[in-house]
């Protein structure tokens, strides 16, 4: 019995020394330091981490620590976020300008296609609203000069109308 707990109790000694190890070469790689990726590198089961405090306390503090010196620049957890935080609003604007600009193409070309077609107003309204607010003026100026001289005429006939009547009553 007491080979078999000495041998349990050696296993559990090599489990902490590749453990130990493989948290070292992470730290001097920098890589990304979590329960799942030490054990998996160290080839034991996760839950051998979580039942010794102690080497799962260590991974935390690996976990949280600063990069080494002279190291290739590393990447913190917390400017990975605060990038994934800064792409996710840049891509939220982003899909508002392009919905603006899709909606803006739509009319442009419902514009045009219905310019084409016919069926709408020519694109030189502005134009016609000029031409015939000017026609309009002109109407108004010929329909005051038409009165002036049928008034002018009615005078006339009225003249004639008098001297007709003043020569015929002189015979």
Not at 106 to 135: C, F, H, K, N, Y
Request: overall charge positive.
């Amino acid at each position: 019995m007491t080979s078999m707990i000495d041998g349990r109790r050696d296993d559990s000694v090599r489990r902490r020394e590749r453990v130990l190890k493989a948290l070292d070469t992470m730290l001097r790689s920098n890589s990304d330091i979590t329960v799942s990726s030490l054990a998996r590198a160290a080839r034991v089961d996760r839950t051998f981490l979580y039942r010794h405090r102690d080497l799962l306390q260590c991974v935390h503090a690996a976990a949280t620590a600063p990069p080494q010196e002279g190291t290739i620049t590393a990447v913190s957890r917390a400017s990975l976020q605060a990038e994934l935080a800064n792409t996710l609003e840049r891509n939220k604007r982003l899909t508002v300008r392009v919905r603006q600009l899709e909606k803006r193409l739509s009319q442009a070309l419902g514009e045009a296609v219905w310019a084409e077609s016919g069926l709408g107003a020519p694109a030189d309204i502005d134009q016609l609203q000029q031409r015939i607010t000017m026609l309009e003026q002109n109407l108004t100026d010929v329909q005051r000069q038409l009165d002036e001289r049928a008034d002018e005429l009615e005078a006339a006939r009225a003249a004639n109308r008098e001297l007709t009547r003043a020569l015929n009553q002189r015979d």
